[in-house]
């Protein structure tokens, strides 16, 4: 079967119909929550407040609903403009950008506090057009997500590796543009489980800290720091949760700031229950 990438542009792949079918399959969406609570969980994100996080390649907003999940704020780009038409209709709580990551990105420096990708990456290294140079899309997307985050901030990409020379040149332009990480193989002896994650480390947070690269999953054993189970997936099926929720006031708050600046009716009022306080009365 041949691969994505060698079949067409993915803005021209994942037209009407495909973006449908992509959406609708349970067992892709379910296969995609399970790479994105991994990606997650590689961030390595305290537990204590919501994170701004940018969804590299959010397509329907899939990713982003676990995002929401989590209570954290963001937002998500893709080129395909009919997943994203699907996305707006879905009203997902990220905002959306309509954008080629190998023309590079524009955001703030230091806007995000992490980034996600779920198989996306590898779209770069396909030359699908005579304009398209795969090491000079890639450097361009690298280095400017390498300035849009945290200083300290992590990415992590789940991404199909076609070989492995396509991993050195994923992995070379990375470390050419600033990031320090290297490459998870989860499941290596497996062939159905098997899951690439590139995690990169935009700098330290504080001088003297050491960012280290976490233990890929081997199914025998418990990996030290940041592990990861069907407890989650297991949970989310259930509707149990097995993460303390950082949905409190600010988080409210904030929800609604965005409601309406995006021009939505009827976002609710503030009021004490929300942490504003009311004008007296007289």
Same mark, same amino acid.
């Given at each position: ?7 067409? =542009? =993915? ?42 996080? &940018? ?38 709580? /990220? ?8 023309? /590079? ?28 140079? =795969? ?13 849009? &985050? ?49 995690? &990169? ?15 890929? &999953?081997? /199914? ?47 976002? =609710? ?14």
């Amino acid at each position: 079967m041949s691969r994505p990438e060698h079949i067409a =542009p =993915p803005e021209l792949f994942y037209g009407d119909t495909e973006a449908k079918k992509y959406t609708s399959n349970t067992r892709i969406a379910s296969i995609q929550a399970e790479m994105t609570l991994r990606a997650v969980e590689l961030l390595n994100l305290p537990d204590d407040r919501p994170y701004y996080l &940018l969804d590299i390649g959010c397509g329907s907003g899939l990713s982003g609903e676990i995002l929401d999940e989590d209570g954290h704020l963001w937002v998500g780009m893709d080129i395909a403009p009919a997943m994203l038409d699907i996305a707006v209709e879905k009203d997902v709580e /990220g905002d959306l950008f309509l954008q080629d990551i190998g023309q /590079g990105m524009g955001f703030r420096p230091g806007t995000f506090d992490g980034a996600i990708s779920v198989s996306v990456i590898q779209w770069l290294c396909n030359a699908d057009k005579s304009e398209n140079k =795969p090491r000079y899309r890639l450097h361009r997307f690298f280095s400017t997500l390498f300035m849009s &985050l945290q200083r300290g901030a992590r990415a992590v990409f789940q991404f199909y590796p076609e070989s492995d020379m396509q991993v050195e040149m994923i992995m070379g332009t990375a470390m050419k543009c600033g990031f320090t990480g290297g490459l998870v193989v989860d499941y290596p002896n497996s062939k159905k489980a098997r899951k690439f994650y590139l995690c &990169l480390f935009a700098g330290q947070a504080a001088p003297g800290e050491k960012q280290e690269l976490p233990q890929a &999953l081997d /199914g025998d054993e418990k990996a030290d720091g940041v592990t990861y189970t069907e407890t989650r997936i297991h949970n989310k099926a259930h509707g149990k949760k097995s993460r303390k929720s950082v949905k409190d006031t600010s988080w409210v708050l904030k929800k609604k700031e965005l409601a309406r600046k995006r021009g939505k009716e009827g976002v =609710p009022l503030d009021s004490r229950y929300t942490g504003r306080k009311r004008k007296p009365r007289f």
